[in-house]
C-alpha cells in the first residue's frame, strides 16, 4: 500500500473513535503515508494523531454539495496517488471526492446509496445493539487483511500538539491560574452537548459542583470549556456559583488545539457525553462522564480513568433530542453529590 486517504467524520467525538482504525492502518502500511480530509473543526483531532502525516482542511460549508470546489480537490488529491481511501461517514457527498479523484480502493460502510462510488463496503450495522463507534471504524480496516477481527473496543490516544500546551500556559498564567503544585488542582467542566438538552447535566447542577469543589479545597480552579454556543449555559453556571476568580468562563476562547492541550492538563474533568468527553478519555485525564438520553455501551469515553454515570431508567436510552416524557429524570436524578463522590474516588 503506497499511500490511504481518509475523509474524516464530521463530529468530534466521531474523529476521536477513528485513531483506532488510524493506528490499525498504520501497523498493517507503517511505510505508507496516512493523509486525512477533515473539515476544520475537526482537523485539530488529526494533528493530534501520531499516525497522520498530513491533514488537509476540506473547504466546504457544512451541508452544502459544492460540487465545483469538490471537483477541483479531487483534482488536487488525484495527483497524489492514494491507493486507497476510507470513507468514514454514511453520506453520498462524502464518497464523491475519492471516486472523482480516481482512487482504485474506496472503502466505506454502504451509507447513502453509495454503490459504485465505495467499491469495498460493509454493511450498515443495525440500529439496535450497535457497536462500539471504535469498533465500527476499525472494522473497515479488516476488509483489507485476513487477519482476525478484534472484538474489544480498543483505546483512542491523541497527543499534545507543543505549540497548543505554550498557549495553554500562558492563558493559565493570564487568569492568575496556578496549577503547577499538586495542592492547586485544575477541574475543567464541559457543560455543552451539541446534540442538545438530553445530554446536558443541568447547569444549576454543575454550579453546585463547582461551589463545592471550590469548599472542599481553598486552592482548586474550575475552568468551563466548550464552544461559542456553550457561553450561555456557562454564564448561568459562573453566575449561580459566584466566586469568579476560582471559577473561569472559557467557553469559546479556545481553539480545539488549546482545548485538547488544557484537557490534558487538567487533574480532572467532568463532561456530559460529548466530543469533548471523548478527547478527555484519550488524553487519559481521569474523568466523570455523565449520560442522559445516550448509551454508554456505543458510545462510552475509552479509558481506564473514567467513571460513567448513568442511571439506565426503563425509558432510557431513548436517543430523543427532547425528553419525550417532559420530565428528564435521565439527568435531573443525577445529584451533584453523587458526581462529588466519584470525582473523589479517581
Ligand atoms: S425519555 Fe427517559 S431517557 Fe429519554 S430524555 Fe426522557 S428521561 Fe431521558
Not at 17 to 32: C, N, W
Not at 126 to 148: C, F, G, I, Q, W
Amino acid at each position: 500500500m503506497n499511500g490511504i486517504l481518509i475523509i474524516a467524520p464530521n463530529w468530534i467525538g466521531d474523529a476521536v473513535m477513528t485513531q483506532p482504525l488510524l493506528a490499525r492502518l498504520k501497523a498493517q502500511y507503517p511505510d505508507s503515508p496516512i493523509d486525512v480530509l477533515a473539515s476544520k473543526w475537526v482537523a485539530p483531532i488529526y494533528r493530534a494523531c501520531s499516525e497522520v502525516n498530513e491533514v488537509i482542511e476540506a473547504p466546504f460549508e457544512h451541508k452544502q454539495l459544492q460540487w465545483k470546489l469538490r471537483k477541483q480537490l479531487a483534482k488536487h488529491l488525484q495527483t497524489r496517488n492514494y491507493q486507497a481511501c476510507f470513507v468514514l461517514p454514511n453520506s453520498f457527498k462524502s464518497a464523491l471526492i475519492p471516486w472523482l479523484a480516481n482512487i482504485p480502493l474506496r472503502i466505506g460502510y454502504r451509507g447513502e446509496l453509495r454503490y459504485g462510488l465505495i467499491n469495498l463496503s460493509l454493511p450498515n450495522p443495525s440500529k439496535v445493539n450497535r457497536p462500539p463507534m471504535a469498533l465500527h471504524y476499525l472494522a473497515l480496516a479488516e476488509l483489507l487483511t485476513d487477519e482476525e477481527s478484534v472484538t474489544q473496543a480498543p483505546m483512542p490516544v491523541l497527543q499534545v500538539a507543543e505549540t497548543a500546551k505554550q498557549s495553554i500556559e500562558q492563558k493559565l498564567v493570564a487568569s492568575g491560574i496556578n496549577t503547577h503544585s499538586p495542592s492547586n488542582p485544575l477541574f475543567v467542566f464541559c457543560p455543552g452537548a451539541e446534540y442538545g438538552p438530553t445530554k446536558r447535566w443541568p447547569a444549576n447542577y454543575f454550579a453546585q459542583l463547582a461551589q463545592s469543589l471550590t469548599q472542599q479545597n481553598d486552592k482548586a480552579h474550575i475552568i468551563l470549556l466548550g464552544g461559542k454556543g456553550d457561553q450561555p449555559i456557562a454564564s448561568d453556571i459562573q453566575d449561580s456559583a459566584g466566586n469568579p476568580t476560582r471559577i473561569h468562563n472559557w467557553c469559546g476562547s479556545t481553539s480545539l488545539d488549546e482545548a485538547i492541550a488544557l484537557i490534558a492538563r487538567a487533574n480532572a474533568v467532568v463532561s456530559n457525553d460529548s466530543g469533548l468527553m471523548h478527547i478527555a478519555a484519550a488524553l487519559k485525564t481521569p474523568q466523570v462522564a455523565i449520560f442522559g438520553s445516550s448509551d454508554p455501551a456505543h458510545t462510552p469515553p475509552l479509558s481506564e480513568k473514567a467513571k460513567v454515570i448513568w442511571l439506565q431508567l426503563p425509558c432510557s436510552p431513548c436517543h430523543k433530542k427532547v425528553c419525550p416524557l417532559g420530565h428528564l429524570k435521565c439527568l435531573h436524578d443525577i445529584h451533584p453529590q453523587q458526581v462529588l463522590t466519584t470525582l473523589n474516588t479517581l
